[in-house]
């Protein structure tokens, strides 16, 4: 496990992408993190939805769904979903935020 994050932290140094599959609005490509101008849209209106709107999750999937925006895996959008692509504030995927540790 150690030998797993070391290799991890030593790739985010050298600013490469090294945690499995790229969240919702980012693809890898050449062991970096790139923008998906499509999936980054889809976030986008997921967002608008939520803050403009004021749709519940359930709402933003069907609206979602309705636009013919898709989901990265699958066929449809699950609240689930929306809530952990929605619960991002910023515009960085997760996995490159630095994390504070507890004291």
């Known amino acids: 496990m ?3 994050r070391r290799g ?3 790739k985010g140094e050298k600013g490469q992408y090294a945690y499995g599959a790229p969240p919702y609005g980012w693809q890898a490509h050449k062991k970096e993190l790139t923008e998906d101008e499509m999936e980054q849209a889809g976030r986008a209106r997921a ?3 939520r803050d403009e709107d004021e749709l519940s999750l359930r709402e933003i999937c069907a609206a979602l769904e309705a636009e013919d925006i898709r989901p990265k895996r699958g066929e449809r959008w699950y609240p689930e979903t929306v809530r952990r692509m929605l619960a991002n504030p910023t515009d ?3 996995t490159l ?3 504070e540790r507890s004291v």
């Open 92 to 94: 960085r995927p997760p």
């Open 47 to 49: 967002r608008q939805l």
């Open 2 to 4: 150690a030998k797993l």
């Open 8 to 10: 991890r932290r030593i």
């Open 97 to 99: 935020h630095r994390r």
